[in-house]
């Protein structure tokens, strides 16, 4: 039977239905507003509105896929990383929902789903095989990362301060954009030009495959404070829009260089996360690993930003994983939602479920 998944970490409150082979029955997403006013997510105000949302959201998502609650065989939801109050909403929701109808329950990693989402069958041509080299850059991590199988993730490098989609965020309220400011930012810049405003290439043909931004966001600082308090003159804005949104590629490509380097048994290059929905950066990307005879895949743009369908798909490959491992049946409802789970613990995750 099909899964049901609950997505809840941020400020997207998401529920997705897909049937056992990965095919999506149905799936929405509501981006809260009511944070924009802020500048930022406020929890308190995130977890209350998922509480909210949270029970219409999934009867309606039942209804799209024309299926009663009867018809599922598991539920899933995010149960970190991310802003604990959401997490809680949500996995406490899916819980009662399995165990009502006395079903398993899986725990997702949030990031996790972001990285197996290309994985998705039909999504991209070709699939997305094992070994492959991910780039995550999304609003709280930017990291190469080896992924070997489900479960099986080395970290190669990440960013030393900002994430990438934290970056474009702050550049973004830097220009007066509103928030979230990436996709602003990448709309104001196709009005500018790239090579107008000379800007740092942090960490460029540095060894490894770390990432840095904050050299970026300083040199923005100083090239808007002859302006004070006085708008913004359009183009300059643009231009300097544009000019980040570059400097961040090429250091992404040189980056990424690297990190293939340093997996050689890399078959693809894939991108995933919000800021993978960024034109320049996807084209970049491509542009990389054609230079390299190798085959570049990231999901569609709006698979990228937070979902509920990357949380069943987890779901769905974790199970399999765990039955391969003939860990299955089993339910995750002991487990509890926590603001921190890195990646590289979830080969002990798969390892330590008990049937
Ligand atoms: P995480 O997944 O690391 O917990 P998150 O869930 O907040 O963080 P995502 O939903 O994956 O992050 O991505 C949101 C981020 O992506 C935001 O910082 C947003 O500005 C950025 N982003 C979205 N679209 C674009 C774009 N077109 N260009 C650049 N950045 C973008
Ligand atoms: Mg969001
Ligand atoms: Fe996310």
């Known amino acids: 039977g099909p899964v049901l998944a609950i997505e809840s970490s941020c400020d997207e409150t998401a529920c997705a239905i897909l049937a056992p082979d990965g095919t999506i029955l149905a799936q929405r997403v509501v981006s809260q507003d009511g944070h924009a006013d802020f500048g930022g997510v406020v929890p308190e105000i995130a977890a209350r509105a998922h509480l909210a949302l949270l029970p219409g959201l999934v009867a309606a998502t039942l209804n799209d896929a024309g299926l009663e609650a009867s018809a599922l065989a598991l539920v899933a939801a995010s149960t970190g990383p991310g802003l604990i109050g959401g997490l809680i909403v949500g996995s406490g ?31 991209v041509p070709g699939g997305a ?17 080896a992924v070997e199988g489900v479960g099986r993730y080395r970290k190669l490098g990440g960013t030393i301060d900002d994430a990438a989609g934290e970056a474009f965020d702050k550049v973004a309220k830097m220009l007066g954009l509103g928030w979230p400011g ?9 009005e500018g030009n790239p090579s ?21 966001k300083t040199a923005i600082a100083q090239k808007l404070a002859p302006y004070g308090q006085t708008p913004l003159p359009r183009q300059f804005a643009a231009d300097l829009a544009a000019s980040f949104q570059q400097a961040v590629a090429d250091v992404m490509a040189d980056r990424i260089n690297h990190a293939l380097d340093m997996m050689p048994q890399a078959g693809l290059l894939v991108a995933a996360g919000g800021v993978a929905a960024n034109t320049l950066l996807r084209t970049t990307l491509e542009t990389t690993a054609a230079q390299r005879g190798l085959r570049f895949a990231a999901p569609p743009l709006r698979l990228c930003t937070d979902n509920a369908v990357m949380v069943a798909w987890a779901a769905l490959e974790t199970w399999a994983e765990a039955s391969r491992q003939h860990k299955t049946p089993f339910t995750d409802t002991a487990m509890r939602p926590r603001p921190r789970w890195p990646l590289e613990e979830m080969a002990e995750r798969i390892a330590a479920i008990k049937t």
Do not use: W, Y
Request: charged content about 15%; proline content about 9%.
């Open 93 to 123: 929701f899916a819980k009662g929902l399995a165990l009502a109808l006395d079903i398993p329950f899986i725990a997702v990693n949030h990031v996790e789903a972001h990285a197996l989402t290309a994985r998705l069958p039909g999504l």
């Open 129 to 145: 095989p094992f070994p492959h080299l991910l780039v995550l850059v999304s609003g709280g991590h930017c990291q190469c990362i």
């Open 182 to 190: 990436g996709p602003m930012l990448e709309k104001l810049a196709r």
């Open 196 to 216: 107008a405003i000379a800007l740092p290439r942090p960490l460029l043909r540095r060894a490894g495959c770390d990432f840095s931004f904050s050299g970026l």
